[in-house]
Structure formats: C-alpha cells, structure tokens
Antibody, heavy 121, light 111 residues
Framework: QVRLQESGPGLVKPSQTLSLTCSVS??????????WTWIRQNPGEGLEWIGY???????YYNPSLKSRVTISVDTSKNQFSLMLTSVTAADTALYYC?????????????WGPGTTVTVSS | QSALTQPPSASGSPGQSVTISCTGT?????????VSWYQQHPGKAPKLVIF???RRPSGVPDRFSGSKSGNTASLTVSGLQAEDEADYYC???????????FGGGTRLTVL
C-alpha cells in the first residue's frame, strides 16, 4: 500500500522560497502511470491544485502559480518536491502531496497527511 | 474564486438522500468525463469517493454515487449516516491549459 509523507520547514519568511518534499513508501515512484501532485488548502478555505509531475520528469502547473512553481522528482530517493518562490502571506496553507491516477485527470487516490506552512517574518 | 461552483452547504437527516451539485463549463465538467469527488473530515486529508464521474474506488460504500448532465456534475449520498458529515469537493480535468480545477466545497450536515 503506497503511503505519502510531506516534509519541510513550517515557517518561511516573506519573499523567500518554500521547499517541500514528499516521500513515497510502499511502492516505486517510477512505476505505473501516476502523476505526483501538490495541492494546498488555505486556512478555512477550499483546495487549490498546484501542479504535478510524471515520472518521466514532465511537470505541469496551475497557470496562476506557474511563474513561481517548480516540481521535481528524485527517483533514486523515491521522492518528489515542490519549490515556490517569492512567497507572501497568501501562500500560508496546508500543503498536501497526492498521487493522481493514470492520465493526470484529477483522480487523486492517495494523499499525504499534509504539512502546514506559515509565511511570516 | 473557485473554477467550479458548489453550494456552500447541504443537509439531510439520517437515512435520507442528499445531492450536491458542481457546475463548471464546457471546458471542464461538460467537456470531459473526468469529474471526481472528495470527502474531507475536519483535520484530515481529502479522500477520493468518486472518480471518472460515476466510478467508486474500492472500499467506498455504494451509498455514494455520481452523475453528470451538461456542465453540472452531482454527488448523491443515499442513506445518510452521521459519519457522512464532512466537506465535499468536486474536481475536474480542464484540459492542457488549466489541467485540474476544484470546486469551493460543500459542507454536508447530518441533522
């Protein structure tokens, strides 16, 4: 059974870069046709899709965040990562990593527990 | 502002059925059969309950069903139980420019 676990700093200063990692256990990140996804949820609000990466390394991003986001994969560590530059208070959120089923059509069947990131000086 | 429109709240008594709507456009909900629904309890990660409009993942009770008509998708929860009280989010594939979009969420209350 595949499990996901987010990790990274819980506090980031404004204008700096947010960096998170999602560790995959119970299966290889390279196997299958999955899209490895980042999603966030602002406090008390809904879900926002940030982007995903296929195991080939091809990444796709939310147009509203595209200029600041990079998602990468490290198959040797069975991990994928999120970088979000020039953060502001609006980026304060609960960040989830998830696995999207074949095709990347928004069918996220496995989720990590989430990690809270606060942007504050 | 979310790409897909959901009612902020819905409610029903135990044993009843409740339907939650999710309205998009012909570029997302209406144009493809890739609508999914997520259940989120407080303090928990979302859980996939419906995908590809009508399909249920293994382990999800058949009390949960999905449908679509035009640009509007719906999630129906039949035989409401107390444990169904949660936030529900719809999600749709929106093509090669927007990729994946969510609704704003609906809080389901079991009276």
């Amino acid at each position: 059974q595949v499990r996901l676990q987010e990790s990274g700093p819980g506090l980031v200063k404004p204008s700096q870069t947010l960096s998170l990692t999602c560790s995959v256990s119970g299966g290889s990140i390279s196997s299958g046709y999955y899209y490895w996804t980042w999603i966030r949820q602002n406090p008390g609000e809904g879900l926002e899709w940030i982007g995903y990466i296929y195991n080939s390394g091809s990444a796709y991003y939310n147009p509203s965040l595209k200029s600041r986001v990079t998602i990468s994969v490290d198959t040797s560590k069975n991990q994928f990562s999120l970088m979000l530059t020039s953060v502001t208070a609006a980026d304060t959120a609960l960040y989830y990593c998830a696995r999207d089923l074949a095709g990347g059509y928004g069918n996220m069947d496995v989720w990590g527990p989430g990690t809270t990131v606060t942007v504050s000086s | 502002q979310s790409a897909l429109t959901q009612p902020p709240s819905a409610s029903g008594s135990p044993g009843q059925s409740v339907t939650i709507s999710c309205t998009g456009t012909s570029s997302d909900v209406g144009g493809r059969d890739f609508v999914s629904w997520y259940q989120q309890h407080p303090g928990k990660a979302p859980k996939l309950v419906i995908f590809d409009v009508t399909r249920r993942p293994s382990g999800v009770p058949d009390r949960f069903s999905g449908s679509k008509s035009g640009n509007t998708a719906s999630l129906t929860v039949s035989g409401l139980q107390a444990e169904d009280e949660a936030d529900y989010y719809c999600c749709s594939y929106a093509g090669i420019n927007k990729f994946v979009v969510f609704g704003g969420g609906t809080r389901l209350t079991v009276l």
